[in-house]
T-cell receptor, first 113, second 115 residues
Framework: SQQGEEDPQALSIQEGENATMNCSYKTSINNLQWYRQNSGRGLVHLILIRSNEREKHSGRLRVTLDTSKKSSSLLITASRAADTASYFCATGLRMDSSYKLIFGSGTRLLVRP | DAGVTQSPTHLIKTRGQQVTLRCSPKSGHDTVSWYQQALGQGPQFIFQYYEEEERQRGNFPDRFSGHQFPNYSSELNVNALLLGDSALYLC??????????????FGPGTRLTVL
């Protein structure tokens, strides 16, 4: 079963606008990561935020984490047509000597030129 | 610096058959994880290999098995294929010594279709 739930499931915006995606999760985590996937291909890592961090930036990306609410948000500013993709949050969970990612169901972003 | 590679890219099988998927991790990485992604869903963790042993397993039946070789490459085997096994199978590599707060690098995936 999925750990995270992204909201919204789909988002359509105009080029130049900002896109905000939200993610909620259920259990304690070591970190939360955001990935992008183009047309059912491999996942591209965007950003990792640790459980003791509240906000992180990378270029046009801004991620926030609220562990008390078990939620995170991804903001893409000044969106471009090339940002059209599916975006997934994944919680990093350590168990014994290993570590796995638990993904949400994703937000499908369409940026109209 | 080679990234994660997977083979084959696409595969078509019929119900009841067996399939083997292959993954070569990013150079310098020693841990390989496998994920199954059904259409329209997020990836689901199958299992993880480190030091040639299965370290952790997700909620998948024993029909799913794997192997890691001394060069850190890995195979995913699925026996007695079902229609529901149709999915994109993703391999991810990482470096165990960096602990949980490290990035997993994903390959392009193998698209398996079961008819």
């Amino acid at each position: 079963s999925q750990q995270g739930e992204e909201d919204p499931q789909a988002l359509s915006i105009q080029e130049g606008e900002n896109a905000t995606m939200n993610c909620s999760y259920k259990t304690s985590i070591n970190n939360l990561q955001w990935y992008r996937q183009n047309s059912g291909r491999g996942l591209v890592h965007l950003i990792l935020i640790r459980s003791n961090e509240r906000e992180k930036h990378s270029g046009r990306l801004r991620v926030t984490l609220d562990t008390s609410k078990k939620s995170s948000s991804l903001l893409i500013t000044a969106s471009r047509a090339a940002d059209t993709a599916s975006y997934f949050c994944a919680t990093g969970l350590r168990m014994d000597s290993s570590y796995k990612l638990i993904f949400g169901s994703g937000t499908r972003l369409l940026v109209r030129p | 610096d080679a990234g994660v590679t997977q083979s084959p890219t696409h595969l078509i099988k019929t119900r009841g058959q067996q399939v083997t998927l292959r993954c070569s991790p990013k150079s310098g990485h020693d841990t390989v994880s496998w994920y199954q992604q059904a259409l329209g869903q997020g990836p689901q963790f199958i299992f993880q290999y480190y030091e040639e042993e299965e370290r952790q397993r997700g909620n998948f039946p024993d029909r799913f098995s794997g192997h890691q070789f001394p060069n850190y490459s890995s195979e995913l085997n699925v026996n007695a294929l079902l229609l529901g096994d149709s999915a994109l199978y993703l391999c991810a590599s990482s470096l165990a010594m960096r602990g949980p707060n490290n990035e997993q690098f994903f390959g392009p995936g193998t698209r398996l279709t079961v008819l």
